[in-house]
């Protein structure tokens, strides 16, 4: 029977062409059951990896994977972000307890810049749960590289903006980013300028989506491609949202602010919602907002790193929609 540290170094090699690739050092090395050590996930950014629990491990269960990523990898920094699946145990857990600042193994990193098909970074491991680029949207950011040449972009919930950014690198016209912390967008602008683009603050807006594209939609504003990515669920001053209940109003919204003959690229990252319902609501808020749309493309993340288990639906979910 294989050992953990046995295991580990499989689901490394299963990464295949990533591991060469030097224009991409950001992908996911351990991804679940699906590569056999159910309830964790490692994300990698050159030599820094970061190991993510979505139960709770006793102490002794967490020392012994650490000691057989190090074993397994021989990084040169790990963090260790816990993940309790309850909101109230977020609620009433320390910060520093579920994402601590210090590296759980190797020497500390306060940040360092990872490349994902050519396009830098900035990565920050002690910032909190999330680091600052979600893996699984790889494939659908190199989609947009082929895509974006002469385009507008509106990219919701950006977060740190990684598909503005990938946008103006390839040749977009303009990408207007949305996201309800001004701190990311701030990361988001760090991560233009890292890629040697100018940073407007016009285009880097802090408040809540639903509002701003009803005042989008009012000025008559339109975009080429917009992206929408949200949480599956999140609180702001303004309103609660959850995917599975909310998406074809965000759909709608979305869909009031692209260009005739655009693409609004839907996406959500919901284990609980299944594609064709999914599919279904993208539709449902199209209508809704009286207009036509043809369905282009519907796919999730790359099976290189973001494997599935058999019979399992990738939790992440990107829907292409063409509107008249």
């Known amino acids: ?63 012994a994977l650490l000691d057989a990523a190090v074993a397994a990898w021989a990084p040169d920094s790990l963090y260790l972000k816990r993940r309790p699946r309850e909101a109230r145990v977020l609620a009433n857990v320390a910060k520093e307890t579920l994402a601590p600042e210090t590296a759980a193994r190797g020497a500390p990193v306060e940040s ?8 830098s970074f900035l990565i920050r491991p002690g910032q909190g749960l999330s680091v600052g680029l979600y ?114 109003r965000l759909a709608e919204a979305a869909a009031r ?8 690229v839907a996406c959500c990252n919901h284990a609980g919602l299944p594609m064709k319902r999914f599919e279904a609501m993208v539709a449902e808020g199209v209508a809704l907002a009286g207009r036509q749309g043809r369905a282009l493309s519907s796919s999730g993340p790359s099976s290189l790193d973001f494997p599935s288990a058999p019979g399992e639906e990738p939790a992440l979910k990107v829907h292409v929609v063409q509107l008249r």
Not at 6 to 25: E, K, M, Q, S, V
């Open 1 to 63: 029977m294989p050992t953990l540290v046995d295991t580990l170094r499989t689901a490394h090699a299963r990464r295949g062409a990533l591991l060469t690739d030097a224009r991409t050092t950001a992908f996911r090395v351990l991804h679940g059951g699906a590569d056999g050590v159910p309830d964790v996930t490692v994300d990698r950014f050159g030599g820094l990896y970061v190991v993510s629990l979505y139960r709770d491990f006793t102490a002794s269960e967490e020392e």
């Open 112 to 119: 360092l810049t990872a490349l994902e098909n050519g396009v």
């Open 135 to 248: 893996l699984d949207m790889r494939d659908t950011r190199a989609w947009l590289q082929q895509e974006a040449q002469g385009l507008t972009v509106l990219n919701l919930f950006a977060y740190t903006c990684a598909f503005g950014v990938v946008a103006r690198a390839s040749g977009a016209k303009r990408a207007l980013n949305v996201d309800a912390s001004r701190r990311v967008l701030e990361w988001g602008e760090e991560n233009a300028r890292l890629n040697a683009q100018p940073v407007d603050r016009y285009d880097y807006i802090a408040g809540d989506v639903f509002d701003w594209l009803k005042r989008l939609a009012k000025k008559g504003e339109t975009f080429d491609l917009v992206v929408s990515d949200p949480p599956s669920f999140s609180n702001t001053k303004e309103a609660r949202f959850s995917a599975a209940r909310d998406y074809a």
């Open 257 to 264: 602010v692209v260009a005739p003959g655009g693409r609004l």
